[in-house]
């Protein structure tokens, strides 16, 4: 069986991002741990957001508000001495489902750029609630003493985290790809294409469309709780509109509607924009052009260009014969 670029491509960088930590204790450079550690954690934060731009059409511009939701999660429960992760993760999934319900079920009822600026509207909301917390540091943010312990096992150790949110991730690309090609999934996508259609042939698409909200709202509220024991901080930045912007230009680089799309493109950004702020501090002039190039390249992201790139080789490798 032939392996296509688009299969061994993602496949090769998942085993990359598996040996990371070998990689860095090879080379005593924990600084990979932590730069790889947040790659890995915005990749689970993008493939989240993927299902509703890639799959539903619902592009979220407040998405950050549910990575906020989970870090601040972390962030009170520490301040008040609770440290035990399975209490952090069993907030963290009810509370952003909570959040989630509500502002899906108003946001859902419209559609277009109503449906951008409401979820970009509800994030700033709750930016603002988190600066007004003094008790939690306000606009300041909020340190964290120690990360959540699951039993003996703590994410205060780097490997222990890293390989926590590379599961996650791994876990997150495995359901993801079960639940589009599931009925539930199909009726997502249906209704992204037409959703009158999809009403009238019986299927209450706004209670599919509220299902898809609530789990990439859970989904990205694991990634920020993981954030929160990768950085041992928490801020109302973390849910900020540029935050939200961000995990956009992820999906929409990567690929979106593809699951894997995402996780290269959180690869990309963040690995280009570190190695352009270690030559200039102005490195935003240069990493814009280069997002705008690599998505007039392929419009499906860097993802798709390995599609094309796959087709390109494969005429040449069998060129069509011209007519005698």
């Known amino acids: 069986m032939k392996l296509s670029l688009r299969t061994a491509v993602p496949a090769l960088l998942l085993a990359a991002l598996a040996l990371v930590p070998v ?7 924990p600084f990979y741990l932590t730069l790889f550690g947040r790659i890995v954690i915005f990749a689970i934060a993008a493939v989240s957001l993927d299902l509703l731009i890639g799959y539903g059409g619902m592009v979220s511009f407040g998405h950050a508000l549910f990575l906020g939701l989970g870090a601040y999660v972390v962030g009170i429960m520490g301040y008040h001495g609770i440290d ?8 963290t999934l009810a509370l952003c489902a909570v959040v989630g319900a509500i502002t899906g079920l108003i946001s859902l009822r419209t559609s277009g750029i109503a449906f951008i600026m409401i979820t970009l509207a509800f994030a700033q ?6 600066v007004s917390l003094k008790q939690y540091g306000g606009d300041d943010g909020l340190s964290i003493a120690s990360g959540s312990r699951f039993g003996s096992v703590t994410l205060d150790n780097p490997n222990v985290l890293y390989y926590a949110a590379f599961l996650v991730l791994c876990l997150c690309l495995w359901a993801g790809s079960r639940l589009v090609k599931a009925r539930f999934g199909m009726v997502v996508r249906g209704s992204r294409q037409n959703d009158r259609r999809m009403r009238a042939l019986g299927f209450a698409t706004l209670r599919y469309k509220l ?11 694991v990634a920020g709780m993981l954030y929160a024991n990768l950085t041992h901080f928490t801020s109302p930045a973390y849910m900020a509109w540029t935050a939200s912007g961000d995990l956009i230009v992820m999906v929409v680089l990567g690929g979106f509607g593809s699951l894997v799309g995402p996780v290269i493109g959180s690869t990309a950004m963040l690995l280009i924009e570190e190695l352009l702020k270690g030559y200039t501090e102005h490195w935003m002039i240069i990493f814009g052009p280069l997002i705008v190039m690599a998505v007039l390249l392929s419009r499906r992201g860097l993802y798709g260009l390995l599609g094309d790139l ?6 040449r490798a069998h060129p069509v014969e011209g007519k005698a």
């Open 23 to 29: 990689y860095a204790l090879l080379a005593q450079q």
């Open 310 to 315: 796959e087709v390109r080789l494969a005429r």
């Open 125 to 130: 909301m709750f930016y603002f609630l988190a």
């Open 84 to 91: 035990n992760g399975f209490a952090h993760l069993g907030v």
């Open 211 to 221: 299902v898809a909200y609530i789990i990439s709202a859970m989904v990205c509220g």
